[in-house]
């Protein structure tokens, strides 16, 4: 068990644990945890590497160009965003470059990989909220291989089983039990059907009171299912009352920092359960 690896999944806990109370307030969570959990994570990264194979003149660009890249994430930037990518992808492609064979390097490969897969994931919205890819990412960064507190035998970091990955499938699996909620409340108010898995049938008034995007509005006189959106959600509500619309359907805003908060610390007490398979 290495007390580094202690010390930090304690305090990457107490932080999610502070974002989740304030996403099930409020779903909304400041980016001072995102910001906190980034840059702790960076600093334990880069003095465990040190601690490993010493000073490098690698770890100065990877550092720099994981603290770029938390900066224009987490940090209002008007900086042109082409520029900053560009000095990014430099500051982690000149000293990868042919060290990719290196257990080390390739933990600081899988952050920029990460960062750049769970964009692509919230771009066609598989991520919805941008707190949840923002915890994604700085998680990617805090663990790019499980902790030394595991109990089953750690892996070369492989991409496809990173802890932040892992941590997400497990907050998934989690989440689903919701989805179990929801049939058995739909069924019991008569509705059914696969739409009866993830949204649910609600009185517009409650919905206009809850924590719920509609996924029904009124569009050119009728009644008609719309994409999810965040946009203007009282002037939807305002439509349905007045085309006197009793109940619509609805997807529940999931305070997802939860389950991704207690999927961290499952994978970090468990390690990859895939391990003892490959």
Known sequence: MDPMDVLLLVAVLA????ASISDWRVREVSDVHWQSIGFIGLAFLL???IIDAGLRWEFIPLALGTSLMLLDLLV???LNQYL???TIAVLFIVPLLGNLDDPLMLEWASIPLAFILYCAMYYVRLIVGGADLK???VLSIAFPTYPDIGFFEQMDPILVFIPSLMILFVAC??????????VICNLMNGYGGWGSLMNVK??????RRSFVWPLEDIVDGELKRIRLTNDNLDDIYDRLIDAKVDSVWVTKMIPFIIPLTVATFIVAILGNPFGFIL
């Open 15 to 18: 932080i999610l644990i502070s």
């Open 47 to 49: 003095a465990s590497s």
């Open 76 to 78: 209002s930037s008007k």
């Open 84 to 86: 900053i990518y560009s």
């Open 135 to 137: 915890c994604l990412v």
């Open 173 to 182: 699996v989690i989440t689903m039990f919701g989805a179990v909620h929801n």
């Open 202 to 207: 609600m009185d517009v008034s409650k919905a």
